[in-house]
């Protein structure tokens, strides 16, 4: 009875209630998914749609699309990526990126950059993260419903309140990634509501799967100034209090500034560039610490929803950002291949950049298994890029960074299992690999000779412990009946206390 009278509620709301009002110019879930298959129709072997997972609830797909030239050959190619409507009545960046793709698409093979940039690049455009949320908008259920569909009490009921916030069901999925998931709003109620574990939803899991596979060197999310409080900002990570800077601060930031020159804001001039404070779960610190990806969100606009008339407005001035992060893409950085100097075959590596490095914030940068590579983005200088294999002997290499990217292919000599070299101690507590998803191996070097070592989920539980009973060695740490998660390892002495994240993926 109590859903047949809600149904009778929402469906006099969707008659009487200006929720109902979404300018037609922004595109549905149906309309935005039939633009991807036109384009895949209108441009055969430039485009491809892939389904990327599917929302937590109503299961609808998640539509990704690759632009790229030769789509049907798997390329070693830098990749990029751009979504939209992470944030459900966040709609206009579904509206950018559909923009981008087809101009992208339009002026391949006539606008001589633009042709190189799909030469070069492999582009991902994902309209719709939460088409769940999205949807629950577009029908006019409510139209500042931010939040995707989790059924947070459990009653097989949508619970919600039409207008901002209040909304018993739903979860931030901006606030759900792994990365400083523990510090977001544990409240069902709120609109940031993190999730009842940190990666829980499937949307989440959606985008850490292309992330993953496909190591974006640089993305944007694209979001609206929903209170008017972040008015056509660029947001980079991270200076939090301390101050504690991102470790790569200095390229990430010098790359915001240009981007954010680029936009055109509504009123003139270009977009504020302001680097992000909060450690709150949101994909974009969680993309940068664990893969390496230059990320920024952009709050596009003074409002909400731009009225349908300035749509194309805003997704024009938005494409020469985007261009510009394309040509950004390929410039000042790193291309680094490494293969077995024997047999020429990829070898996954560890690759650190040593001005760069910070062991305590950021998950471990590594080549990909298929090809053996790994593209980075840095300011022109001159760095220090150390290479560790497991069963390989490592390489140091010193270069010199100018306005292209410098091309390493390195070459590792396989020494056996028995001669493996043992992992460098340039910290005092080290994960190998990390992430793992059946053993790693825990490097310690301390200038104590007593110890302990404990490894707690992010509820506080305690799941392994061991004594260290000399000042430096190695030890291999097994999960047994614990599921995939962050989790923290802690090293405590009579007077030191160290602690470190380690990522589990089954």
């Given at each position: 009875m109590r859903g047949i009278l809600l149904i009778s509620l929402f469906s006099i709301l969707l008659v009487s209630s200006p929720f109902a009002s979404i300018d037609p110019r922004y595109h549905t879930y149906e309309e935005a998914s039939a633009a991807l298959d036109s384009l895949v129709d209108e441009f055969p072997g430039l485009c491809?749609?892939?389904?990327?997972?599917?929302?937590?609830?109503?299961?609808?797909?998640?539509?990704?699309?690759?632009?790229?030239?030769?789509?049907?050959?798997?390329?070693?190619?830098?990749?990029?990526?751009?979504?939209?409507?992470?944030?459900?009545?966040?709609?206009?960046?579904?509206?950018?990126?559909?923009?981008?793709?087809?101009s992208l698409l339009e002026d391949y093979g006539e606008d001589p950059a633009v042709t190189r940039y799909l030469d070069s690049l492999k582009v991902w455009i994902i309209p719709i993260v939460n088409p769940d949320g999205h949807k629950v908008v577009?029908?006019?259920?409510?139209?500042?419903?931010?939040?995707?569909?989790?059924?947070?009490?459990?009653?097989?009921?949508?619970?919600?309140?039409?207008?901002?916030?209040?909304?018993?069901?739903?979860?931030?999925?901006?606030?759900?990634?792994?990365?400083?998931?523990?510090?977001?709003?544990?409240?069902?109620?709120?609109?940031?509501?993190?999730?009842?574990?940190?990666?829980?939803?499937?949307?989440?899991?959606?985008?850490?799967?292309?992330?993953?596979?496909?190591?974006?060197?640089?993305?944007?999310?694209?979001?609206?100034?929903?209170y008017g409080t972040y008015n056509e900002w660029v947001i980079y990570p991270w200076r939090w209090s301390g101050p504690v800077y991102s470790p790569d601060y200095e390229t990430i930031q010098d790359i915001a500034y240009e981007f954010a020159e680029r936009i055109v804001a509504h009123d003139g001039g270009g977009y504020n560039p302001r680097y992000s404070t909060s450690r709150t779960g949101n994909a974009s610190d969680w993309q940068y610490s664990e893969l390496g990806t230059v990320p920024f969100i952009v709050e596009v606009d003074t409002c909400l929803r731009p009225e349908g008339w300035r749509v194309n407005s805003v997704c024009e001035n938005h494409l020469v950002g985007i261009k510009y992060l394309l040509e950004r893409s390929l410039g000042p950085g790193l291309w680094i291949h490494t293969y077995n100097d024997s047999t020429g075959e990829p070898v996954h590596s560890v690759i650190r950049v040593l001005e760069t490095y910070d062991e305590e914030l950021l998950s471990p940068r590594t080549t990909d298994s298929t090809f053996g590579a790994h593209y980075r983005l840095l300011v022109p200088g001159d760095y220090t890029v150390a290479v560790y294999a497991r069963h390989f002997a490592g390489d140091t290499i010193s270069v010199h960074i100018g306005e292209f990217p410098v091309k390493l292919d390195i070459g590792l000599?396989?020494?056996?299992?028995?001669?493996?070299?043992?992992?460098?101690?340039?910290?005092?507590?080290?994960?190998?690999?990390?992430?793992?998803?059946?053993?790693?191996?825990?490097?310690?070097?301390?200038?104590?000779?007593e110890a302990t070592l404990k490894i707690f989920n992010l509820y506080g539980v305690k799941i392994y412990e061991q004594k260290l009973p000399f000042s430096s060695g190695e030890l291999s740490f097994e999960p047994q009946g614990v599921s995939s998660g962050v989790y923290i390892c802690t090293v405590e002495g009579n007077s030191f206390f160290l602690s470190k994240r380690l990522l589990y993926i089954k």
């Open positions: 491809v749609k892939e389904s990327l997972g599917v929302s937590e609830v109503d299961r609808r797909v998640i539509w990704g699309l690759k632009i790229t030239s030769r789509t049907a050959e798997n390329e070693d190619k830098p990749t990029v990526l751009f979504t939209g409507s992470i944030h459900a009545e966040e709609m206009i960046g579904t509206e950018i990126v559909l923009f981008a793709a087809r577009t029908d006019g259920l409510d139209e500042y419903f931010r939040k995707n569909k989790h059924d947070n009490n459990e009653n097989g009921i949508f619970d919600f309140t039409p207008g901002d916030g209040g909304d018993t069901d739903g979860v931030d999925i901006n606030r759900n990634f792994p990365y400083n998931w523990e510090f977001g709003n544990s409240d069902w109620d709120a609109t940031t509501y993190r999730g009842p574990g940190a990666g829980s939803e499937s949307e989440t899991k959606a985008i850490m799967s292309i992330c993953r596979r496909e190591r974006f060197v640089t993305s944007v999310f694209y979001h609206s100034s929903a000599h396989y020494v056996g299992i028995e001669e493996e070299q043992s992992l460098p101690k340039t910290a005092p507590l080290e994960f190998f690999p990390n992430p793992f998803n059946s053993r790693v191996k825990i490097a310690y070097s301390l200038p104590w000779s």
